[in-house]
């Protein structure tokens, strides 16, 4: 699950260059979020709904 996560969190990061930190601010209010995740950080099903939602907004906005 973290993998798909993760994978979509990067391409959005490329295709709008969003900062990491900034992703993880706005997703979990978590700067290292992204990088945690980078490194194996486990999401509980409440946290992957959370930035499944901050995926869909930040992809909406121009």
């Not at 295709?15 to 194996?40: E, Q």
């Amino acid at each position: 699950m973290e993998t798909t996560i993760l994978t979509a969190i990067e391409a959005l990061l490329r295709t709008k260059g969003i900062a990491p930190s900034r992703f993880g601010r706005a997703a979990l209010n978590d700067p290292r979020l992204v990088f945690d995740l980078r490194r194996g950080r486990q999401l509980t099903p409440a946290n992957a709904g959370r930035i499944r939602a901050c995926l869909q907004r930040l992809g909406a906005e121009g």
